[in-house]
């Protein structure tokens, strides 16, 4: 169907499910429009402090602008915020020429930079998460309780185009919601409701230039090749209901899960979580979702495995009486021997396979490790016994490093699929402290090695917001 519509229409058509709620009419049309968007989401505290990320790009510099101008009404204040991925050469002086649009219009800019090695596959994947993980480190910083994204009703299309192509049915279709809970703040995405021909004459009308990204045109990337094969106007109608639809039917899902982890589910913060297989019974409402909740929040993972394979394996774990483990989303399932099936526990553990590798801990600095725990070596300055310190899984290294007395307590305490995987702190392979046993041998007394479970998904948060176009506003621009 893509293909006959790319073919109708052309190669550069766009799709126009809607009027331009700006053509003809002026750039403060779309302030109105944007006010009603922040108004639907709510939430806000009096003079809201409001974090900004902005690319450079017209989406998020459009929204940099409206919010600047809606957070002054407020009697608030934006900080816009450019993460430097160092992925392209031009990259930083496009990073300093954002800082000085922004400063004409009087907006606080920073740069946050993201250092290390950069990854060969996955490139935006993994650059995605650490843009969400620098971010939402920086509202920490600033005392932000919420991050404005620039994504908007051509980026959600595209989304949910993506998501249909990989499984036609299930609560993806929703597209993204518009508020989403990190550790340190809200992320909200206040312009799904609005097309990107919308921002750029916006943009326009305030005589903003704006940066175009080369690799949102590399047809390498599945977003790009998708804006090459365009909808028509009928299908993406189609799209936004079954996208309501979708929204409707995961809101339902996700208080049924709330309830069966509440009451079935028990999460240990050294990074395990165990579970009663009767809320795996088959017609319970949410059974899916609990479980694809906890194995995505243990797994370290950002979305969570397809809701065929976690149905599978829900349909096993009950049914089956030797059900004797299985691998998911990087993590390993298992039971807890000794009791029939309705009541019967398992945990859930990190597949150590699946652990990243070691990190390099500097002092006094947290340091984000498997996508699950932040680390921290407090103490001096001075590292302890000089550098070369690496943060990784215990392991079975470790593990024969420890005194026979902590490994009977660790045994005990312990399941023996979560023992490898909990973090600890090395240096040329000798071990110096794992922070969950009473074990710092040969860590002076002066540091302390801390680690906190910090997943980049919950079990649960504040539940699916869906755009707010589909829930009654702005029904006129879809």
């Known amino acids: 169907m893509a293909a006959a519509d790319a073919a109708a229409h052309g190669s550069d058509h766009r799709p126009d499910i809607g009027p331009d709620p700006c053509a003809g009419r002026g750039h403060d049309t779309l302030t109105d429009y944007f006010d009603g968007a922040m108004a639907a989401?709510?939430?806000?505290?009096?003079?809201?402090?409001?974090?900004?990320?902005?690319?450079?790009?017209?989406?998020?510099?459009?929204?940099?602008?409206?919010?600047?101008?809606?957070?002054?009404?407020?009697?608030?204040?934006?900080?816009?915020?450019?993460?430097?991925?160092?992925?392209?050469p031009d990259s930083a002086a496009e990073a300093r020429q954002v800082g000085a649009w922004l400063t004409t219009h009087g907006i606080d800019h920073r740069i946050l930079r993201w250092r290390g090695v950069k990854p060969s596959r996955a490139v935006q994947e993994t650059a995605r998460a650490a843009r969400y993980v620098l971010l939402d480190e920086a509202c920490q910083g600033l005392g932000c309780l919420h991050v404005l994204v620039g994504?908007?009703?051509?980026?959600?299309?595209?989304?949910?185009?993506?998501?249909?192509?990989?499984?036609?049915?299930?609560?993806?279709?929703?597209?993204?919601?518009?508020?989403?809970?990190?550790?340190?703040?809200?992320?909200?995405?206040?312009?799904?409701?609005m097309p990107k021909s919308s921002l750029k004459t916006y943009l326009a009308a305030a005589g903003q230039s704006w940066i175009d990204d080369p690799s949102n045109q590399d047809p390498a990337f599945e977003r790009a090749s998708l804006r090459e094969?365009?909808?028509?106007?009928?299908?993406?109608?189609?799209?936004w209901r079954d996208a309501e639809f979708a929204g409707h039917t995961r809101q339902i899902a996700e208080r049924e899960a709330a309830r069966l982890l509440a009451h079935h589910y028990r999460v240990d913060a050294r990074g395990f979580a165990s579970f009663d297989a009767g809320a795996l019974a088959p017609g319970q409402g949410g059974r899916v979702e609990a479980l694809?909740?906890?194995?995505?929040?243990?797994?370290?993972?950002?979305?969570?495995?397809?809701?065929?394979?976690?149905?599978?394996?829900?349909?096993?774990?009950?049914?089956?009486?030797?059900?004797?483990?299985?691998?998911?989303?990087?993590?390993?399932?298992?039971?807890?021997?000794?009791?029939?099936?309705?009541?019967?526990?398992?945990?859930?553990?990190?597949?150590?396979?699946?652990?990243?590798?070691?990190?390099?801990?500097?002092?006094?600095?947290?340091?984000?490790?498997?996508?699950?725990?932040?680390?921290?070596?407090?103490?001096?300055?001075?590292?302890?016994?000089?550098?070369?310190?690496?943060a990784g899984a215990l392991?079975?290294?470790?593990?024969?490093?420890?005194?026979?007395?902590?490994?009977?307590?660790?045994?005990?305490?312990?399941?023996?699929?979560?023992?490898?995987?909990?973090?600890?702190?090395?240096?040329?392979?000798?071990?110096?402290?794992?922070?969950?046993?009473?074990?710092?041998k040969r860590l002076p007394p002066e540091f302390t090695f801390e680690a906190v479970l910090r997943p980049q998904r919950f079990l649960t948060d504040a539940g699916f917001r869906p755009t707010p176009a589909l829930a009654g506003l702005g029904k006129a621009i879809v």
């Not at 939430?43 to 919010?67: K, R, T």
């Not at 094969?229 to 799209?239: F, G, K, M």
């Not at 859930?348 to 725990?373: H, L, Q």
């Not at 007395?405 to 000798?430: M, Y």
């Open 41 to 88: 989401i709510g939430g806000w505290e009096a003079a809201p402090h409001l974090a900004i990320a902005v690319s450079g790009g017209p989406d998020s510099l459009a929204l940099c602008l409206l919010a600047h101008t809606w957070a002054d009404r407020q009697g608030g204040a934006i900080t816009a915020l450019t993460v430097d991925h160092g992925l392209r």
């Open 151 to 193: 994504h908007h009703r051509d980026d959600q299309l595209e989304t949910i185009r993506m998501r249909a192509a990989r499984q036609p049915a299930g609560p993806g279709l929703a597209g993204m919601a518009t508020v989403t809970e990190r550790a340190h703040c809200r992320l909200v995405r206040p312009l799904l409701t």
């Open 395 to 440: 392991g079975e290294t470790g593990w024969s490093q420890l005194g026979d007395d902590v490994r009977d307590a660790a045994r005990r305490k312990i399941p023996p699929s979560a023992r490898n995987s909990l973090p600890a702190l090395f240096r040329d392979g000798e071990l110096m402290a794992t922070p969950y046993l009473p074990f710092t």
């Open 229 to 239: 094969l365009p909808l028509s106007d009928a299908a993406n109608r189609e799209l």
């Open 292 to 390: 694809s909740a906890a194995v995505t929040m243990i797994g370290g993972g950002a979305y969570p495995p397809a809701e065929s394979v976690v149905r599978a394996l829900a349909d096993r774990i009950y049914g089956e009486l030797d059900f004797r483990g299985a691998t998911l989303g990087g993590c390993q399932v298992s039971p807890v021997s000794g009791s029939p099936v309705q009541g019967r526990w398992l945990t859930i553990c990190r597949e150590v396979g699946r652990i990243a590798s070691p990190t390099p801990i500097a002092v006094n600095k947290w340091a984000t490790w498997d996508n699950r725990f932040r680390l921290c070596l407090s103490g001096p300055d001075q590292p302890p016994a000089g550098e070369g310190l690496l």
